[in-house]
């Protein structure tokens, strides 16, 4: 079983870059499937961020793509995600997630408040 | 490209089906057979129900299931339990810059 925990500041100043690594356990990143990473507003809906390949290929929401970059780093079986420039509107439950299918994400994280303020 | 329209709520008794639609256009939905739906209960991440439109993963009940008709698709809940209240999300792949749609969500109660 799959399992994924995110970690990171859970308090960003305006400008400055979030960083969030999504530790995997149960499954090698190498073998297979999508990472990615998924945020919601507090009281909104889901969005979806960006996702990678076990080979390092990446996609991005291309609202985002200027200013995400999500990494893999399969030495130690986990995943990151960098969003610079943020400001309050980058305020988000920010999930990693991964799954077999391009919008399929199986295993998800529990989540971690990221809060832009000064 | 714009999310996925639900509506923001839709209801129903216990024992009665409910069915959610997702509404996009020809370069998402209506494209691709790779539509997801998510259940999220408050304070809780996002789970799996439907993928690929009409499949379950191992696990979900069969009284969920999922279709898809030009470029709208749908989440019919049939049989209706307590448990089901909960936001539901759609999600379809919008090929071009391999970009991935979600929908508003819809709250779902069950009266």
């Known amino acids: 079983q799959v399992q994924l925990q995110e970690s990171g500041p859970g308090l960003v100043k305006p400008s400055e870059t979030l960083s969030l690594t999504c530790a995997v356990s149960?499954?090698?990143?190498?073998?297979?499937?999508?990472w990615g990473w998924i945020r919601q507003p507090p009281g909104k809906g889901l969005e979806w961020i960006g996702r990678i390949y076990h080979s390092g290929n990446t996609y991005y929401n291309p609202s985002l793509k200027s200013r995400v970059t999500i990494s893999v780093d399969t030495s130690n079986n986990q995943f990151s995600l960098k969003l610079n420039s943020v400001t309050a509107a980058d305020t988000a439950v920010y999930y990693c997630?991964?799954?077999?299918?391009?919008?399929?994400?199986?295993?998800w994280g529990q989540g971690t408040l990221v809060t832009v303020s000064s | 490209q714009s999310a996925l329209t639900q509506p923001p709520s839709a209801s129903g008794s216990p024992g009665q089906s409910v069915t959610i639609s997702c509404t996009g256009t020809?370069?998402?939905?209506?494209?691709?057979?790779?539509v997801s739906w998510y259940q999220q209960h408050p304070g809780r991440a996002p789970k799996l129900m439907i993928y690929e439109v009409n499949k379950r993963p191992s696990g979900v009940p069969d009284r969920f299931s999922g279709s898809k008709s030009g470029n709208a698709a749908s989440l019919t809940v049939s049989g209706l339990q307590a448990e089901d209240e909960a936001d539901y999300y759609c999600?379809?792949?919008?090929?071009?810059?391999?970009?991935?749609?979600f929908g508003g969500g819809t709250k779902l109660a069950v009266l």
């Open positions: 999600s379809s792949y919008a090929g071009g810059s391999n970009n991935v749609l």
């Open positions: 020809s370069s998402d939905v209506g494209a691709y057979n790779f």
């Open positions: 997630a991964s799954g077999e299918g391009l919008v399929r994400f199986d295993y």
């Open positions: 149960g499954y090698s990143i190498s073998s297979g499937y999508y």
